[in-house]
């Protein structure tokens, strides 16, 4: 679909592309957690992001870590039926035009839908890259770099887009490559950050993709 195969832009999926109809297993386990919830999901994305399948040994660390008893651990849950946002697939078609676009999202192996999101953003994006699938979560920047290696990108030639300031932002500029932050309205958690390292602050994915087109087409250095 794209004009520029060098150029890759990869984009979050929750709060970003769209947003679960419905609790995940993350979200049921940080409700049961006694941690405080930011906390809880960042013991899950070391023990349970990255996990390509859920044993009972896998369950019970992560019970153990989040103080929760075993028999808290839910069980045959299926994905949530995933709901786009207003105007995401427009904006994705606009992207795809200039540059190949991936999904690098953090999202355990229950919830990870990849031929729902294949069926919901085909043709637009190219290929899928839970941390469930790669091993890594954002911010850790081999999250980052194993796409980016698998794809043969440079990295001066990446975007990364996605809503959450820790572990998009932070871990896109740690990463060493160009973030997009989808604001919707918040105000900026850093403002150094922004100005230290080209942050480009957006209010959604609309305008994100305005900002991309505006890069390949050398107008935005």
Not at 102 to 108: E, K, R
């Amino acid at each position: 679909m794209t004009t520029d195969p060098s150029l890759l832009v990869m984009v979050d999926v929750g709060g970003t592309l769209g947003t679960a109809d419905g609790p995940g297993l993350t979200m049921r386990l940080t409700e049961v957690s006694p941690l405080p919830a930011a906390q809880a999901r960042a013991v899950m994305r070391a023990s349970l992001h990255t996990q390509p399948e859920i044993t009972d040994a896998v369950a019970a660390g992560v019970c153990e870590a989040l103080g929760v008893p075993p028999e808290s651990f839910p069980r045959d849950l299926s994905p949530a039926p995933f709901r786009l946002f207003p105007g995401t697939t427009e904006a994705l078609r606009r992207i795809s035009g200039v540059a190949t676009v991936v999904t690098l999202s953090n999202v355990t192996c229950v919830d990870a839908d990849t031929e729902g999101l294949r069926g919901l953003l085909s043709p637009w994006v190219s290929d899928y890259f839970p941390s469930c699938r790669i091993g890594h979560t954002k911010p850790d920047s081999r999250a980052f770099h194993t796409v980016i290696d698998q794809l043969g990108a440079v990295p001066d030639r990446v975007i990364h887009v996605g809503d959450d300031w820790a572990c998009d932002i932070v871990g896109a500029v740690e990463s060493g490559i160009r973030p997009v932050w989808i604001s919707r309205g918040r105000q900026v958690p850093d403002e150094d950050l922004v100005v230290d390292h080209g942050v480009r602050v957006v209010a959604d994915l609309t305008a994100a993709a305005t900002h991309i087109e505006h890069l390949a087409a050398g107008s935005v250095t």
